[in-house]
């Protein structure tokens, strides 16, 4: 095992830096100087920006290839179901459940270890 032990995450100290404020309107670019004098190009959405529109928040991707970051409500799907009735979970929080509700026996675990081969 050590022989492939790799690092994943190189560890490093963040400095405390000053936050960087600025305001910016609805549609313009603003260049942010960063504190290694490195500029971030921000574009905030107009207030004609549709987030239900699939195709408007993928040409957003436009703005990418320029060398901006867009910022604002990108895409809202307003027909998306939530999280927990996709992956059918319970209602109760996990650590009020007992063992058996946690641990539902060799059989399922069977047909989990099934199901990913």
Avoid: F
């Avoid at 799907?77 to 992956?87: I, K, Q, R, T, V």
């Amino acid at each position: 095992m050590r022989e492939h032990n790799e690092a994943v995450n190189r560890l490093d100290v963040i400095p405390a830096r000053e936050a960087i404020k600025n305001e910016q309107e609805a549609g313009g670019t603003l260049d942010v100087v960063q504190h290694d004098g490195s500029v971030l190009r921000l574009r905030r959405l107009d207030g004609g920006y549709d987030p239900p529109d699939r195709i408007a928040a993928m040409n957003l991707q436009q703005r990418q290839a320029r060398g901006e970051v867009v910022t604002g409500l990108l895409h809202v799907d307003p027909e998306a179901g939530d999280l927990h009735g996709h992956l059918g979970t319970v209602e109760a929080p996990l650590n009020s459940l007992d063992a058996p509700a946690l641990c539902p026996g060799s059989k399922a675990l069977a047909g989990i270890n099934a199901a990913l081969r």
